[in-house]
């Protein structure tokens, strides 16, 4: 039992210590920065956010309607700005990351917006 304990504290170190060097390496995937709503009408909402520096391919953005469960494709951009119309009214969480190529940064959500 002591055995296997320390292999599996020396499985997670190694594990660890293996995402640590990536990270120095710039090897992981950032998340979108100074995320905002620019504008929000009947129906409508646009969003903007910083643009991502050296490796980044697209961005990535989805909108999950809460009042009915309805979840939207996943939306590829090249720019660092997206807007929506025609939305139905009721309340929102859109998600936005960042795509790199070999990975996928995290997903940063606002949620509760409530659009009329």
């Keep these: ?3 296997m304990l320390v292999f599996l504290m020396l499985t997670a170190a190694s594990a660890l210590l293996s995402f640590a060097n ?3 390496n710039g090897q992981t995937c950032p998340e979108p920065t100074n995320l905002s709503i620019v504008s929000k009408s009947s129906g409508s909402i646009a969003f903007d956010w910083s643009d991502c520096m050296g490796g980044c391919n697209q961005y990535l953005v989805k909108y999950y309607r ?3 469960d309805f979840r939207s494709q996943v939306f590829t951009v090249g720019n660092s700005d997206i807007s929506f119309s025609g939305l139905p009214a009721g309340t929102y969480d859109f998600s936005f ?3 790199c190529g070999s990975a996928t940064g995290g997903w940063i959500v606002i949620e509760d917006v409530i659009i009329n």
């Design 1 to 3: 039992m002591t055995r």
């Design 22 to 24: 990536a990270a120095e």
């Design 66 to 68: 809460v009042d009915d």
């Design 97 to 99: 990351a960042i795509d």
